[in-house]
T-cell receptor
Framework: GENVEQHPSTLSVQEGDSAVIKCTYS??????FPWYKQELGKGPQLIID?????GEKKDQRIAVTLNKTAKHFSLHITETQPEDSAVYFC????????????FGTGTRLLVSP | EPEVTQTPSHQVTQMGQEVILRCVPI?????FYWYRQILGQKVEFLVS????????KSEIFDDQFSVERPDGSNFTLKIRSTKLEDSAMYFC????????????FGPGTRLLVL
C-alpha cells in the first residue's frame, strides 16, 4: 500500500522567513496530493492540493510542487507569520472516486515573531 | 461556509463499553469517511462510505467497528466493545464527489477509554 514520509518533523523559523516541508510517496499510482493544516484541538483544514497533471500550484503565500518522477512533493510557505504556526500534514491518494488519504507523519511549524 | 460537525467533542468510556460517535457531513456531499489520530501520531484512514455501503476499510476497522447513515444527515461510527488502544481523536470527513472531491474534516471527537 501507499506510504508517505514527511520531513522535517519540526521546523522553527523567524517571522518573514520561508518554510519548506517535503514529502515522498511510494505508490506511483497516487495522483492527488493535498496539504492540511491542523491547529491545536481542531480537525485538519485543507490549505492547498495538487494533482499529478500539474507540477506546481500557488495560492498567495503558499505553493506546492510535485515531482512525479522522484515521487516527492513539497509545501512552500513564504513570508511566514505567527498564525502559520501549526502542524502540517501532507497526504496522497489515488483519486478513483474514493479518496483514501494516506497521511504523512506531520511537521510542527513554529513561527517566532 | 458549510462545515462538517461532530458530537460529542469529548467522550470518556470504560473499557468494554459501546460508543457511538456522530457526524453531520456537509449537506450535498456523497462520500463519507472516518479517520483516527492517536495522540502525537499521524491521521489514519479507517473507512469510506458511499451509497449506504462501505467502499473501503483499513486493517484497523475490524469487527468491533461499524458505520451507519441512519437518516439523511447523520453518519455514525460505532465501537462495540472499546479497548484501551481505541483512545484517539476520531475525525469524520466528507467530500462532494469522489473524483476531484476535496475532503473536509470535522473538528473531531476525542475518545478516552479507561
Amino acid at each position: 500500500g501507499e506510504n508517505v514520509e514527511q520531513h522535517p518533523s519540526t521546523l522553527s523559523v523567524q517571522e518573514g522567513d520561508s518554510a519548506v516541508i517535503k514529502c515522498t510517496y511510494s505508490d506511483s499510482a497516487s495522483n492527488y496530493f493535498p496539504w492540511y493544516k491542523q491547529e491545536l484541538g481542531k480537525g485538519p483544514q485543507l490549505i492547498i492540493d495538487i494533482r499529478s497533471n500539474v507540477g506546481e500550484k500557488k495560492d498567495q503565500r503558499i505553493a506546492v510542487t510535485l515531482n512525479k518522477t522522484a515521487k516527492h512533493f513539497s509545501l512552500h510557505i513564504t513570508e511566514t507569520q505567527p498564525e502559520d504556526s501549526a502542524v502540517y500534514f501532507c497526504a496522497a491518494s489515488i483519486d478513483t472516486g474514493f479518496q483514501k488519504l494516506v497521511f504523512g507523519t506531520g511537521t510542527r511549524l513554529l513561527v517566532s515573531p | 461556509e458549510p462545515e462538517v460537525t461532530q458530537t460529542p467533542s469529548h467522550q470518556v468510556t470504560q473499557m468494554g463499553q459501546e460508543v457511538i460517535l456522530r457526524c453531520v457531513p456537509i449537506s450535498n456531499h456523497l462520500y463519507f469517511y472516518w479517520y483516527r489520530q492517536i495522540l502525537g501520531q499521524k491521521v489514519e484512514f479507517l473507512v469510506s462510505f458511499y451509497n449506504n455501503e462501505i467502499s473501503e476499510k483499513s486493517e484497523i476497522f475490524d469487527d468491533q467497528f461499524s458505520v451507519e447513515r441512519p437518516d439523511g444527515s447523520n453518519f455514525t461510527l460505532k465501537i462495540r466493545s472499546t479497548k484501551l488502544e481505541d483512545s484517539a481523536m476520531y475525525f469524520c470527513a466528507s467530500s462532494g464527489t469522489g473524483l476531484s472531491g476535496t475532503q473536509y474534516f470535522g473538528p473531531g471527537t476525542r475518545l478516552l477509554v479507561l
